[in-house]
């Protein structure tokens, strides 16, 4: 993982200050898609919160789960 609850501390109040240009918090529901095979983002994202899942389509609508993203993980750049 690229951040360790454990071994990083930055009072929220500092992390505020140096991203507040630069960031914005999207909220997803459960079972929504963030991104789709084949589109880009222009963002780096981390997942703040929860698990979301890699979802490979498959024939006849169906899914195959991929992998799955933890807290604090990147989720929409896996070479990260």
């Not at 454990?6 to 929220?12: A, H, Q």
């Not at 898609?33 to 222009?42: L, P």
């Amino acid at each position: 993982q690229f951040f360790d609850k454990k071994k990083v501390y930055l009072p929220r109040s500092e992390y505020r200050d140096l991203i507040k240009d630069i960031s914005f918090i999207r909220t997803l529901k459960k079972d929504s898609t963030f991104i789709e095979a084949g589109n880009t983002s222009e963002n780096l994202t981390i997942l703040l919160e929860g698990v979301c899942d890699v979802l490979v389509p498959m024939k006849h609508n169906s899914y195959v789960k991929l992998r799955a993203i933890q807290e604090f993980e990147f989720l929409d750049s896996p070479e990260w």
